[in-house]
């Protein structure tokens, strides 16, 4: 089992014990696009306005303008983390706790909020937090290693790494960074970056020679 | 509460479940002139509605996360928003129990045309040697048929469902009737360039998925979203190119929402006919037929068995050998990504084709087992290219790379460049590995459910490690890297969990007698002359071919002999 699954087997027993009640959501997305198509603007469902702040500036921040395309607040990310959150409240708990974590963490390190913050003062706290989930991971695999595999269980020596005291920042960090990527590189402006060219009626299928050739140059099988 | 008027018509046959072997049965039926009744444990499809082959995730405000983020959650869809399967591996309200020590996921489809509607179609014939792995190596059971009888109906399922290839002459996996094959991708052209340097074969690829007009579909139009379904019908599913057409004949009625609990016997060794729960009402409800052609899938076509108990049969119908239920068997899967820099910076183009591999790897030691230390064969599904991005798409690489620009940058530059192995293996049926009754759980529908048994053995875990050397040895080929899970992480998760390759095979095999077996070679049972299983049930082994094109061509023999005997007055 890899970071992953344990991540979800958390996520699960954390929606199992909750109180969730994703059927009884309505298609808010619909109303959503419908909202958007006649004002224009969107209209916040869930966080303040200086939650969603926060959420804009920390999706700029982990997938920033470039020449190539632009930021994920420019895709939609803090709106697309406000629908869903609108939609289900372990979800919205989640952001709102990690938001109130990191202004918290902030204050306490920077006397600052995040939003308020300078920017390198924003981004060594992500640093921090990246350091801390590298640490993180490798503590979770090494344990699931000490918990799942036979042959390490004869070390009798063996003891598994603390908790890191910066888990609940990582696991926050975590959520809005996957749905921070997510949201761009699902967005017309991500697909457009990452430069996908399919999903598209055609009546033969080929495959372009100059792509082949690139590829064969570069290979162990090029010629000579 | 049993509604049974004294004027119930009467069907000539029954068929329960409209997946592969189903849909084949009302298809070879109907055209015999037979009045056909199908049963159907979820609703009826409509392909405009549940098919969303050609939309992109920004459509949806969610992206494909689903409502309230549930993908987040594990609480998604199996194979994510897009694609078209109803059903998983959990369903609400449908449980199953698994034996302690044991590990097994039930997939279980609930729609007109079942896993027809989102399997990957890869359609391999039996070699002639799998129809006698006994033979070859001393282990498991022969089949009561050769290849040589299959053959003629491999030839049938092909032209009719459309399955694209090349003729290649390997013996481990026999040419059929194909359509013409698309060409290789550019990471395909490499694979195949690795495995010529490891003498390992490798060739086009057999799906069913059509690439000129057949039987009025319309060929592949390379969207590469079949696993959505396909509205076009270009790649098989028994919903559209079996059931709709039968439906035409006007000899075909279907009961959707219908909830097999048993089949119904007289005292005289022979079934009437079925009876099933009624979804909308919960009602009891029957349906007479001359003949039972049960295809609900080999689990619950054995649970429908197991169910059926009566005082001649009190340990399930037709279960005279006492075998019912045992030689349960999945397909062995390990799977291993790479990431090859030759394709680094290539430029870009549509990878999608006929939405599968273009090329794999045909089982190719099969007369080279001396020198393994596992008995039987996989063969090497391939993936990579240009993929539309999805929800989940990058969270590996944001974790490894952080955020900010460099990850950006390094996720532009890795996109398309990383390459992905799956091996698809035979288990050898075993005595630890069989579904029975759980006396203590009922479904909502009152219905007692199976409980599951199952162990892998050193054979299926040695063949797993000879998968993961040889991915190991092509991608180090490619000139790329390995990157998949650490060594030690691996010691503890080597291998598929059972059932969640969804090969599940075995429960009411065909044999040569009665004492060993449920069925016959025709699928028919032993002991009760008009009862048929039609669908995975009847495997004796589960060759590393994908079981669907099988399950296909062994129903259609079985619906043609069935026919006959009814004809002839035996049935």
Redesign the interface.
């Known amino acids: ?4 699954a344990v991540l ?2 958390i ?2 027993a ?2 199992a014990s909750g109180t ?1 009640e ?1 059927e009884a ?1 309505q ?4 109303e ?2 419908a909202e958007k198509a006649k004002t224009g603007a969107y209209k916040l469902k869930e966080f303040t306005d200086g939650e969603f702040k926060t959420l804009q500036r920390l999706a700029e ?4 303008a ?1 020449k ?1 395309s632009g930021s994920a607040k420019d895709a939609g990310a803090a709106e ?1 983390i406000d ?3 609108s ?2 409240a ?2 919205a708990d989640i952001f709102h706790g990690g938001l109130a974590w990191m202004d918290a963490e902030m204050r306490k390190r920077y006397t600052s909020s995040f939003a308020a913050a300078k920017a390198e003062q924003q ?1 060594a706290m ?2 921090i937090l ?1 350091e801390a ?1 590298r640490i993180e ?1 490798e503590r979770q ?1 090494e344990q ?2 000490y918990e ?2 036979s ?2 269980k004869d070390f009798s020596n063996y003891t598994v790494k603390r908790q890191n005291e910066l888990a609940a920042g990582v696991q926050f960090f ?1 959520w809005v ?3 921070t ?3 761009f ?4 402006m ?2 457009k ?11 033969k ?4 020679k ?3 050739e ?3 140059k ?4 090029a010629q000579g | 509460m049993q509604q049974n008027p004294r004027s119930q018509e009467v069907f000539d046959v029954v068929v329960v479940g409209s997946g592969a072997g189903g849909g084949t049965a009302v298809h070879v039926l109907t055209a015999k002139g037979l009045k056909v009744a199908l049963l159907e444990a979820g609703p009826m499809l409509d392909p405009a509605k549940e098919f969303l082959e050609h939309k992109m995730p920004y459509e949806y405000d969610h992206r494909g996360a689903e409502e309230g983020g549930k993908s987040y959650f594990g609480k998604g869809k199996p194979f994510g928003f897009f694609a078209t399967t109803s059903g998983g591996w959990q369903l609400e309200g449908e449980p199953y129990t698994v034996g302690e020590g044991s590990q097994f996921q039930w997939f279980r489809s609930r729609i007109l045309g079942g896993r027809t509607n989102h399997y990957g179609r890869m359609s391999f014939r039996f070699a002639e040697y799998d129809f006698k792995p006994h033979d070859k190596d001393g282990l498991g059971t022969n089949w009561p048929v050769s290849y040589q009888d299959i053959s003629p109906y491999y030839d049938k399922a092909e032209e009719f469902i459309g399955v694209c290839g090349t003729v290649e002459n390997v013996a481990s996996c026999p040419d059929g009737k194909f359509q013409p094959a698309p060409p290789p991708r550019v990471h395909e052209t490499l694979v195949k360039k690795a495995c010529d340097k490891l003498q390992i074969t490798c060739i086009a690829n057999r799906r069913a998925v059509i690439h000129k007009p057949t039987n009025g579909r319309a060929p592949c139009h390379y969207c590469g979203q079949c696993g959505r379904g396909c509205q076009t019908a270009s790649a098989y599913s028994s919903a559209q190119v079996q059931v709709f057409p039968a439906m035409k004949t006007g000899r075909l009625k279907i009961f959707d929402l219908a909830m097999v609990r048993e089949v119904l016997t007289d005292n005289n060794g022979k079934a009437t006919g079925i009876l099933y729960i009624d979804k909308r009402t919960r009602t009891e409800k029957t349906i007479l037929a001359k003949a039972v052609v049960l295809a609900a899938s080999a689990c619950e076509s054995t649970r429908i068995l197991l169910n059926s108990k009566t005082s001649e049969f009190p340990n399930g119908l037709a279960n005279g050998s006492g075998l019912l239920g045992r030689y349960l068997m999945d397909t062995v899967g390990f799977g291993l990504n790479g990431y090859v820099p030759a394709l680094e910076g290539m430029p870009h183009y549509n990878t999608d084709g006929n939405g599968g591999a273009h090329l794999f790897m045909p089982w190719w030691l099969w007369d080279k087992h001396n020198k393994l230390d596992f008995p039987r064969g996989y063969h090497i599904e391939i993936g990579g290219g240009y993929g539309l991005p999805g929800v989940g798409s990058y969270h590996g690489a944001a974790r490894r790379l952080g955020y900010g620009a460099d990850m950006k940058t390094k996720i532009r530059e890795g996109y398309g460049a990383s390459i992905g192995f799956a091996g698809r293996g035979e288990m050898i049926p075993n005595d630890h590995s069989y579904l029975e009754l759980d006396p203590n759980v009922v479904d909502k529908w009152g219905i007692p459910v199976p409980r599951f048994h199952f162990k892998w053995t050193d054979y299926e875990w040695k063949q797993a490690r000879h998968m993961e050397k040889t991915f190991t040895e092509i991608i180090t080929a490619m000139g790329g890297r390995v990157s998949g899970l650490s060594a030690a992480q691996r010691e503890a998760n080597g291998i598929s969990v059972p059932g969640t390759i969804i090969h599940e095979v075995g429960g009411a095999r065909m044999g040569t007698t009665v004492k060993n077996s449920i069925l016959n070679g025709y699928c028919q049972s032993h002991e009760m002359k008009n009862l048929f299983v039609v669908d995975g049930a009847s495997f004796v082994s589960n060759p590393d071919k994908n079981p669907t094109l099988t399950i296909n061509a062994l129903a259609w023999r079985a619906c043609d002999y069935l026919a006959e005997e009814m004809k002839k007055g035996n049935v």
């Open positions: 089992m890899d970071r992953r979800r087997g996520a699960l954390i929606t969730l994703l959501a298609h808010v997305h619909e959503t696009a921040l982990i997938v920033p470039d190539v697309f629908t869903l959150s939609q289900n372990t979800l981004t992500l640093d990246v989930g991971a695999s699931l290693v799942k595999a042959v390490y975590d960074r996957k749905m990527v997510d949201a590189y699902t967005s017309p991500g697909i970056d990452l430069g996908y060219l399919g999903n598209k009626a055609l009546s299928y080929e495959v372009p100059e792509a082949l690139y590829a064969l570069r290979s162990p099988f």
